[in-house]
């Protein structure tokens, strides 16, 4: 490791430890890198380049499904769809965090997209009801395009409706056949467990 590297990793953990030395502070610590290599921390997510890094007193994944349960199953009727694959396609998008924003600008819970939000008539992605209600219907919309074929309709969830048509199949995207696995493998879990 060249003393540059370690003196950065030094003054990283000085900085972190200095953060989280402020415990009745209870904030969440976001990053990212620049272009020059230089990492950026703070704890007021100002710039989308900002990703989550270190999670303070902020619920779990457990508590944030049985506070958003009953919209899910809301959205289920509603759409016709199983709360079950609702459940995963948020854990997988955003581990039931409602302002997670992706590096593509995706927003919510959802991970709605600002035009994909629009075209849902969805206002406000931060608003869990609004996005939840949104993406469940983009996912109904989905499955009846690809005749109800889940792994179709998360597939163009992520990657886009065109591109799934094309392939007529799962496209051969790494990030996408993991979303697709991701999904797949938290809707069997959250079936078996009946939440």
Known sequence: MSLSKLLLSVAIMVVLS?????????????????KNGVWHFTNVRSDPRYRLYIREGGLKARQYIINY????HKA?????LEPHLIKAIIMAESAFDPDAISKSGAQGLMQLMPATADDMRVHDPFDPEENILGGTRYLSLLLKKF???????????????????????????PQ???????VMKYYAEFRKKGN
């Not at 415990?23 to 610590?29: E, K, P």
């Not at 289920?76 to 016709?80: H, M, T, Y």
């Not at 996408?176 to 991701?182: A, D, I, S």
């Open 18 to 34: 200095f953060l989280l030395s402020f415990r009745y502070a209870q904030a969440d610590i976001y990053r990212f890198k620049d």
């Open 69 to 72: 349960d009953a919209i899910i």
């Open 76 to 80: 289920a009727e509603q759409f016709g």
């Open 147 to 173: 005749k109800h074929d889940k792994r179709l309709a998360v597939a163009a969830y992520n990657a886009g409706s065109k591109i799934v048509a094309k392939h007529n199949s799962v496209p051969p995207i």
């Open 176 to 182: 996408t056949k993991r979303f697709v696995e991701k």
